[in-house]
């Protein structure tokens, strides 16, 4: 399916399984997986200066600004290794960070594929924020209740998880308002451009991935 340049993103609100499902999708279709919040949270591990920033938005539940965003994705995308085609997990999240991506894959003769929307409602979305929590070693996401770490495993053991700090319920709470806001208006941007396609998210994360995997194939002949 990678033979050609692939540009996908994957929207929808925090919660809908965009990170679960971008996981297993690279690793069947070899797209390159490039998640703005898990390089804003690396950028915080090691310290940096921008770590720092985006901190400061995020443990608010706001948007990291669209310049800072927008400067780190692209500088992302230039390098070797996102030749082939990325998976965008997180990005765009707002009309500007939209328009500077489609500018930027435009000036290498490229363009977005395909824009996959991950369809699921409200009650489910604070549901599955509540209850997830992440290995401190690896960083691989679990659910308290849907998607328990093994006991048994070397590594993503029970004690080992953590919860991210906006995970918290007063943070939970603005970042489906940011997300409402700010995010929704790229559901109509796409389809205006006629690369939206959906899929119900309200399945098991293997069902949801079938539903998925079948989107990009009907995008790829
Ligand atoms: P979730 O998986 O819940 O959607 P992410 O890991 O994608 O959360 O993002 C966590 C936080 O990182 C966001 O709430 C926001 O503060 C910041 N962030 C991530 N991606 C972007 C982006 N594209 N633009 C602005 N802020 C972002
Ligand atoms: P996002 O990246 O969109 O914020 P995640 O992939 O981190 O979402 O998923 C949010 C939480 O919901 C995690 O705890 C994850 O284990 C769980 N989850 C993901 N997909 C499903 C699913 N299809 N059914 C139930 N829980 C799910």
Redesign the pocket.
């Known amino acids: 399916m990678t033979d050609q340049t692939m540009y996908v993103i994957?929207l929808?609100?925090?919660?809908?399984?965009?990170?679960?499902?971008?996981?297993q999708t690279a690793e069947r279709t070899g797209l390159l997986h490039l998640?703005t919040?898990d390089m804003f949270r690396e950028n915080l591990r090691n310290g940096t200066e921008l770590g720092s920033l985006a901190k400061t938005f995020m443990d608010k539940g706001e948007l990291v600004p669209d310049d800072v965003t927008i400067r780190m994705l692209l500088e992302r995308i230039s390098r070797e290794d996102a030749r082939a085609g990325c998976l965008f997990?997180?990005f765009p999240r707002t009309v500007e960070q939209a328009r500077a991506l489609d500018e930027a894959l435009g000036e290498q003769g490229n363009e977005i594929t395909v824009t996959v929307l991950?369809d699921v409602s409200d009650e489910?979305i604070t549901?599955?924020?509540g209850?997830?929590?992440s290995c401190a070693s690896c960083g691989s996401?679990?659910?308290?209740i849907?998607?328990p770490p093994k006991a048994e495993s070397p590594c993503c053991d029970q004690v080992n998880m953590i919860q991210r700090d906006d995970d918290k319920p007063a943070a939970i709470a603005n970042r489906l308002q940011v997300y409402a806001d700010q995010t929704e208006p790229l559901v109509a941007y796409y389809r205006q451009a006629d690369k939206l396609s959906s899929v119900n998210?309200?399945?098991?994360?293997q069902?949801?991935g079938e539903d998925l995997l079948a989107a990009l194939q009907a995008v790829s002949d």
């Open positions: 994957l929808g609100p925090p919660g809908a399984g965009k990170g679960t499902q971008a996981v998640s919040g997990d997180g991950i489910e549901r599955r924020l209850g997830r929590v996401v679990f659910h308290e849907f998607n998210g309200e399945q098991s994360p069902a949801v």
